[in-house]
């Protein structure tokens, strides 16, 4: 049981920590935002104390330091500065070393943890400094409660209050951050304005908080203050519903002699009257009308935590470990196989029951593919996130000005290409910081904003995901390109290819442009890794550039890995798929058509030329063709390819299958599917089957070149 906790705590901690960075990068953009502030405490605090709870000693004892320093910020006693959010980033990289290298219960690098807590010490102000005395520390504990309690608060200071130098607007605005607040504030005991004087203090407040936090933070609020007022604090809902009033609509009269306003004889009597209970006890001056506006926002405020908590009940979550979910997708994948293989053999029975029944099946298992596909979808804006701190820490190292935009962050994408996304997008940031965005002074020079802008961007688009990512820095150097690339033989000298495609050679093992290797760079090792890491996400890439106006870069991605839409094929005795979201449409192919094509592989779709591509031929698949066959036109990174095949089968649900070691070097191929009769069916990469005929067509050109100059010499 222990360990169970204490795996759960860690997976917390590290939740805890991403959402830290997030609101620290935040922080360092509006220094003053307090809600912010509140954020990064209130995760400082949670980490500290349920760590400390379940033995991580050393994260508790480490995180302490910066809870204390934040505590003094929340106060208003030390501002925040880029020092400070250096140091809490660093800090909260060696907790996270912590947790995934020795579980938490002892240092990683005790000199550099001690070198960190020693400067957050320094950071905060001497007991001698200041006028304000600094709240003591709690002892460590988990500081908040299991459930979320709603309390009912009376805060009524003495008139003097001012002469201690206490504000109380600054204690509500504290109570706030504790949770859910409605402030009521009293006015009846200020006076005439030629009585009314400015050193006393004549409001006094109703406050109703809802919290996690516990009794024991709210008496904290008013620690230097309680011998300076009329405090009392009521449990009037403990989260459970059993407060003794377990009705989700709680009377308006239950509140009133709860908080002592009427006596229980007075409200029998005025519930007599038909009249709204309020009106009756204001008319027979038993109560007044602030004190029933302080019993209807109580009232209201409580009726909606117990709604929020009865939905939240309803649509609670649960984590569920990957490796289930996983195993989850892999069973609904068989279970489309099945399915598949049910309806063709209901089909060739002509039985109008079973096929019926068919076709109920193939709507349920169409609606749980979907659902369990739903499961593994997580927004991109997680991975944003951390872009966010690699920008900042690049910049700094580099000496440049760069802020990074992100939009679309709530776009989803499954899971596992999220995570095989982080490191192509990694090597994208890195190359458009160190290549792309100028010094501040080369930028002014040029006209443009000193802060350089890194944009990425996602949207849907069909069965795809499209990811931009753009820069305004200097742009792409065709003519360095154009002649490195001759030097590493990849064009000969002189030869002009159009810059979409001069400008794809970025992408070629060991290239690089740059004339001195750092720490971040000039290798030629970072844009291969990128366009190896999409095609293994069967994704395409795309590179569009202006000299002078920045670079912009655009992935293509499908949704899932698993189970794809697909168009099922047929070449002789073969069954081929085609990925549904690269197709546009069907045309057909007669003998007569190909005549007049005069040898070439090309044929006109309402004006548009289309090469295309024969499967028969490019497989060597035996038999001849038919007298009409079907082509089927996709989109490609440079236009419209078609694909000669026998006949077009239809849309088919392809659950994928990885192909054995012995078939990995078949690029072209990406996978296989089994139909619904037991048949394997291969599934097709487009873009890397025309891009290894484009390689082997300028391979042969070269070739043939080359002869023609021997010859001539």
Same mark, same amino acid.
């Given at each position: 049981m222990i360990e169970a906790q204490r795996a759960a705590y860690k997976e917390e901690a590290f939740e805890l920590l991403a959402e830290l960075e997030t609101s620290l990068l935040a922080l360092e953009e509006t220094p003053g935002d307090q809600e912010i502030i509140g954020r990064v405490f209130r995760a400082l605090h949670t980490i500290k104390g349920s760590g400390a709870m379940?033995?991580?000693?050393? %994260?508790?004892?480490?995180?302490?330091?910066?809870?204390?320093?934040?505590?003094?910020?929340?106060?208003?006693?030390?501002?925040?500065?880029?020092? &400070?959010?250096?140091?809490?980033?660093?800090?909260k990289d060696r907790i996270r070393s912590m947790l995934a290298e020795s579980g938490g219960t002892m240092p990683v690098d005790e000199e550099e943890c001690r070198r960190i807590v020693r400067a957050f010490q320094e950071l905060a102000p001497k007991p001698d400094e200041g006028s304000i005395a600094v709240r003591p520390q709690a002892a460590p504990s988990m500081g908040c409660c299991d459930k979320i309690v709603t309390y009912r608060i009376h805060f009524r200071p003495h008139r003097n209050i001012f002469l201690t130098g206490t504000q109380p607007i600054l204690l509500l605005n504290e109570l706030r951050e504790l949770g859910d607040c409605n402030v009521i504030a009293h006015t009846d005991a200020i006076p005439p304005l030629e009585e009314l004087s400015p050193d006393e203090c004549f409001l006094y407040w109703d406050?109703? &908080?809802?919290?996690?936090?516990? =009794?024991?933070? #709210?008496?904290?609020?008013? #620690?230097?203050?309680?011998?300076?007022?009329? !405090?009392?604090?009521?449990?009037?809902?403990?989260?459970?519903?059993?407060?003794? /009033?377990?009705?989700?609509?709680? !009377?308006?009269?239950? #509140? &009133?002699?709860?908080?002592?306003?009427?006596?229980?004889?007075?409200?029998?009597?005025?519930?007599?009257?038909?009249?709204?209970?309020? @009106?009756?006890?204001?008319?027979?001056?038993? %109560?007044?009308? $602030?004190? #029933?506006?302080v019993a209807l926002v109580e009232q209201h405020h409580i009726r909606e935590i117990r709604e929020k908590r009865q939905r939240g009940e309803q649509a609670s979550s649960l984590r569920i470990p990957a490796d289930r979910l996983d195993t989850? %997708?892999? &069973?609904?994948?068989?279970?489309?196989?099945?399915?598949?293989?049910?309806?063709?053999t209901v089909a060739s029975l002509d039985h109008p029951e079973l096929l019926l029944i068919s076709e109920e099946v193939e709507r349920l298992t169409t609606d749980l593919r979907d659902n369990t596909m739903s499961l593994r979808m997580l927004p991109i804006g997680t991975t944003f996130s951390k872009l966010k701190r690699l920008v900042r820490d690049l910049s700094d190292e580099l000496g440049k000005e760069v802020v990074l935009v992100t939009d679309g $962050?709530?776009?989803?994408?499954?899971?596992?290409?999220? @995570?095989?996304?982080?490191?192509?997008?990694?090597?994208?940031?890195?190359? /458009?910081?160190?290549?792309?965005?100028?010094?501040?002074?080369?930028?002014?020079?040029?006209?443009?904003?000193?802060?350089?802008?890194?944009?990425?961007?996602?949207?849907?688009?069909?069965?795809?995901?499209?990811?931009?990512?753009?820069?305004?820095?200097?742009?792409?150097?065709?003519?360095?390109?154009? $002649?490195?690339?001759a030097e590493k033989g990849l064009i000969s000298q002189g030869t002009e290819i159009p810059e979409k495609e001069l400008f794809s050679l970025i992408f070629t093992p060991g290239f690089s442009t740059a004339k001195e290797v750092t720490s971040i760079s000039g290798r030629g090792v970072g844009m291969d890794v990128v366009k190896r890491g999409i095609e293994v996400l069967r994704g395409s890439i795309e590179i569009g550039s202006q000299r002078g106006l920045g670079t912009t870069i655009t992935l293509k991605l499908p949704l899932t890995l698993a189970i794809i839409d697909g168009l099922l094929v047929k070449v002789g005795e073969g069954f081929f798929v085609a990925p549904l979201s690269v197709v546009r449409e069907c045309v057909e192919l007669t003998r007569e058509d190909a005549a007049r094509a005069n040898g070439r592989q090309i044929t006109v779709v309402r004006g548009e030329i289309v090469?295309?591509?024969?499967?028969?031929?490019r497989f060597e698949i035996e038999g001849d063709a038919p007298e009409v066959e079907q082509i089927v036109i996709t989109e490609v990174p440079n236009g419209s390819v078609g694909i000669v095949v026998d006949k077009v089968m239809?849309?088919?649900?392809?659950?994928?299958?990885?192909?054995?070691?012995?078939?990995?070097?078949?690029? $072209? =191929?990406?996978?296989?599917?089994?139909?619904?009769?037991?048949?394997?069916?291969?599934?097709?990469? =487009?873009?890397?089957?025309?891009?290894? =005929?484009?390689?082997? @067509?300028?391979? @042969?050109?070269?070739?043939?070149?080359?002869?023609?100059?021997?010859?001539?010499?």
């Open positions: 379940f033995g991580f000693d050393a %994260v508790a004892g480490f995180t302490h330091e910066m809870e204390t320093v934040f505590d003094l910020v929340r106060e208003g006693r030390l501002s925040v500065t880029k020092t &400070l959010v250096d140091l809490t980033l660093a800090a406050i109703v &908080l809802t919290t996690r936090e516990g =009794i024991d933070a #709210i008496r904290d609020v008013f #620690i230097f203050v309680e011998d300076d007022c009329e !405090l009392k604090i009521e449990t009037v809902d403990d989260g459970d519903g059993a407060d003794g /009033c377990s009705n989700p609509n709680k !009377l308006l009269g239950d #509140i &009133l002699i709860e908080r002592g306003y009427v006596s229980r004889d007075d409200l029998e009597n005025a519930l007599k009257s038909r009249k709204r209970i309020g @009106e009756v006890l204001m008319d027979g001056g038993l %109560v007044d009308a $602030a004190r #029933i506006e989850l %997708v892999d &069973l609904v994948g068989e279970l489309v196989t099945v399915q598949a293989r049910l309806s063709q $962050a709530e776009t989803e994408l499954d899971k596992t290409v999220i @995570e095989r996304l982080n490191d192509p997008l990694v090597h994208l940031i890195r190359n /458009c910081i160190d290549h792309g965005i100028e010094k501040p002074d080369v930028r002014k020079k040029t006209g443009k904003p000193r802060q350089g802008t890194v944009r990425i961007s996602a949207a849907h688009s069909g069965a795809s995901v499209l990811l931009h990512i753009s820069d305004d820095g200097a742009g792409l150097n065709a003519d360095a390109i154009r $002649a490195r690339a090469p295309y591509i024969r499967l028969r031929e239809g849309e088919h649900q392809t659950v994928i299958k990885n192909l054995g070691k012995l078939y990995r070097g078949v690029e $072209a =191929i990406s996978g296989a599917t089994i139909l619904g009769d037991g048949t394997v069916a291969l599934i097709m990469d =487009i873009h890397k089957l025309v891009e290894e =005929i484009e390689a082997e @067509e300028k391979q @042969e050109h070269s070739t043939n070149r080359g002869e023609r100059l021997c010859l001539r010499t």
